[in-house]
């Protein structure tokens, strides 16, 4: 039966790799709607190539692109900001929505849909960061299903035993043998520099990612390792461990894209191009297998595989995440808060690069938060994230 496919996002790097896969299996997968908030002449060849059904633009976009899609002879329904998101996400024609929006802003469309029993192929790692508990409630009480999109939660989770796969990629205890989870790590583009060199870095550097092609916003985190720092808060919601056994080793080949080690001593690891569309088919066609246009790998180039332990002075923000994740809930929606505006500030020259540590854990330490209630809500987890973002804007304004 044909799947219907929502792409959130889909202006974006993870929406180009979704898309061009769909494009080649327009039997088994319709493209039902789409959602885009900047480059929306972007969007509007999307939806001339695809004609989805429905589609989601700014509020303030929503009249000027229906008009567009009408003198391109399109007929398709144009919602608009955050509640038509949520009603894209909860559309009962929606069988599968990727999540594929950067930030808290794709924290309550993905909640939606895990409300509505929808599968997610979640790309979205700040819905975790940000509200973990609520997110794997929701999937477990609706029914809903969640499958990684991320490299590394992608890989680990092909690693498991289906009977978890299966049961929401839930390890809970050691009954399935599960020691630790290994997250790799390419670090970066600053990874052979020192941390004056990368205090000293101009933007087009740092988005210069050596081994991935990704939106500005996760590259930034690349070069902080923040992103690492964020997965690893990601991995222990999602498959319900610690953090203290997920281990965070740097491998700059990207070649192994994570591993679960095991306690007879085996190591489970997914290995291939460094190239989202792997991951992407993966979930889209989970438990089968369909192509994903990736390059094979060439094994026999691959002589040198590195594997590295991260400098926690240069890469403070691996440091910070570690802290969060054992403070609880609130502090992960800081420090989120915190980085997102930091990455902005550093992204129009405001700030240096080193600065995001810096200002992250100014934020971790400064914003008064208390503990998030165990009933806690989305509106809980907002007010932080609001609170979060007025300190972090004195932080910047006193750096700047
Ligand atoms: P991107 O910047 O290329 O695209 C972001 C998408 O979100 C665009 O479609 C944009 O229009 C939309 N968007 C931005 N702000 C919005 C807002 N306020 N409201 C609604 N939509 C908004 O980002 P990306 O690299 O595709 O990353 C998307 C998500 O996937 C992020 O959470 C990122 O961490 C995660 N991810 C990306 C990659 C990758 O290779 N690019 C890998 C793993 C995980
Ligand atoms: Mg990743």
Not at 120 to 142: C, D, F, R, S, Y
Not at 159 to 178: E, K, M
Not at 208 to 222: F, L, Y
Not at 227 to 240: Q, S, Y
Request: glycine share 6%; charged share 20%.
């Amino acid at each position: 039966m044909t799947q219907r496919i929502a792409v959130l996002g889909a202006t974006g790097s993870i929406g180009d790799s979704t898309l061009a896969i769909l494009a080649t299996h327009l039997k088994d997968y319709q493209v039902y709607a789409l959602s885009g908030h900047q480059r929306l002449d972007k969007l509007l060849k999307l939806c001339q190539q695809f004609e989805p059904k429905r589609v989601a633009v700014p509020t303030a976009a929503v009249d000027d692109f229906a008009a567009q899609l009408k003198q391109a002879g399109l007929t398709i329904d144009v919602v608009g900001g955050a509640e038509g998101l949520i009603d894209i996400a909860t559309d009962s024609q929606v069988d599968t929505v990727v999540a594929a929006i950067v930030g808290a802003a794709g924290l309550p469309s993905t909640l939606a849909a895990a409300r509505a029993g929808k599968r997610i192929l979640l790309a979205n790692k700040e819905a975790l960061v940000m509200a973990g508990e609520v997110m794997i409630k929701a999937v477990k009480t609706h029914h809903a299903t969640l499958l990684p999109l991320d490299s590394e939660h992608n890989a680990i989770f092909q690693c498991l035993p289906a009977v978890i796969q299966q049961d929401n990629t839930q390890i809970h205890d050691s009954s399935h043998g599960v020691r630790k989870l290994w997250l790799t790590a390419s670090g970066g583009p600053f990874l052979k520099q020192s941390f004056a060199q990368m205090q000293q870095a101009g933007i087009s550097e740092a988005i210069k990612h050596p081994n991935w092609s990704m939106g500005q916003k996760i590259s930034v985190d690349s070069a902080t390792m923040m992103n690492k720092g964020l997965e690893l808060i990601e991995a222990c919601h999602l498959f319900d461990l610690p953090e203290s056994k997920i281990n965070v080793v740097i491998h700059p080949q990207s070649i192994i894209h994570s591993m679960v080690e095991y306690n007879d001593g085996s190591y489970l690891a997914q290995l291939g191009s460094p190239d989202m569309k792997t991951p992407i088919a993966h979930a889209l066609s989970y438990p089968k297998r369909i192509a994903s246009g990736a390059q094979p790998l060439d094994l026999f180039a691959l002589n040198n595989l590195e594997f590295i332990k991260p400098d926690l002075h240069k890469f403070a923000c691996l440091r910070l995440a570690r802290d969060a994740m054992q403070a609880g809930t609130q502090a992960t929606i800081v420090l989120n808060a915190a980085n997102e505006l930091a990455v902005e500030a550093f992204l129009h020259s405001q700030i240096r690069l080193t600065d995001i540590a810096t200002i992250n854990e100014q934020a971790l330490t400064q914003v008064p938060v208390p503990a998030l209630s165990a009933d806690a809500d989305i509106d809980d987890i907002l007010a932080i994230d609001s609170l979060a973002r007025r300190y972090t804007t004195k932080l910047i304004a006193n750096i700047a």
